[in-house]
Each structure stands twice: as C-alpha cells, then as structure tokens.
Nanobody, 125 residues
Framework: QVQLVESGGGLVQAGGSLRLSCAASGRTYNIYHMGWFRQAPGKEREFVAA????????YYADSVKGRFTISRDNAKNTVYLQMNSLKPEDTAVYYC??????????????????WGQGTQVTVSS
C-alpha cells in the first residue's frame, strides 16, 4: 500500500501562486507515476498534471500548461505542483494520486489506485 498526504492549499488572489506538496509513504518503491487531479464544486474530477517517478517528460492539461509545473524529489518521496498565475477557475480540491502501472493513460483517474485526501485551493477574483 501507498499512503499520500497533500499540503499547501489555501486562499490566494487571482494572479498569485501556490505550491502543493504530496508526500508518499509505505511501499513507495512500487510507485511508477504520480499525478495531480482537481475537482471543482459540481464538476467531475479532472486531470491536471502527471510525472514519472524515474524521469521523462511530464504531462499537463491544456488548461494549466505554461502556468503549473509538476516536479518530484525522489529522496523525499514527494511530488510538487507549483501553480502560478492562478485564476478563479482553478478553484478546486486538488488530489494527489499514484500508480505502480507502467504504459498506462496517466491522464485517467482509472490508472491510479492510490489517492490522497485532497487539499482545497481557492482563488479569489
């Protein structure tokens, strides 16, 4: 099993920045890929970004390209989501996810069996 704990959410004005962290524990040697998803009120959970635990280019949703950056620190078993130029439409609960599967669709929720509890991000206009 893998446990994930997010932190770093909060309230920020439009145009501001936040950095989310996701600390993994447990059988972290099983992790192959990690991702960030978000869910706004009344909407379905959607893909934000994903990164390989061992290297390779990250993936981003079109809505966050150029504004968000996903990164990882393998020594700390932590993945980050740096969010810049935030917009009110970025308001959501942000979830970290992990998978041991390789060669999967990393933009799909179905790929990830491990999830954090979520952290709220609110962007005011």
């Amino acid at each position: 099993q893998v446990q994930l704990v997010e932190s770093g959410g909060g309230l920020v004005q439009a145009g501001g920045s936040l950095r989310l962290s996701c600390a993994a524990s447990g059988r972290t040697y099983n992790i192959y890929h990690m991702g960030w998803f978000r869910q706004a009120p009344g909407k379905e959970r959607e893909f934000v970004a994903a990164i390989s635990w061992s290297g390779g280019s990250p993936y981003y949703a079109d809505s966050v390209k150029g504004r968000f950056t996903i990164s990882r620190d393998n020594a700390k078993n932590t993945v980050y989501l740096q969010m810049n130029s935030l917009k009110p439409e970025d308001t959501a609960v942000y979830y970290c996810a992990a998978t041991a599967r390789s060669g999967s669709d990393y933009t799909s929720m179905l790929t990830y069996p491990y999830w954090g509890q979520g952290t709220q991000v609110t962007v005011s206009s």
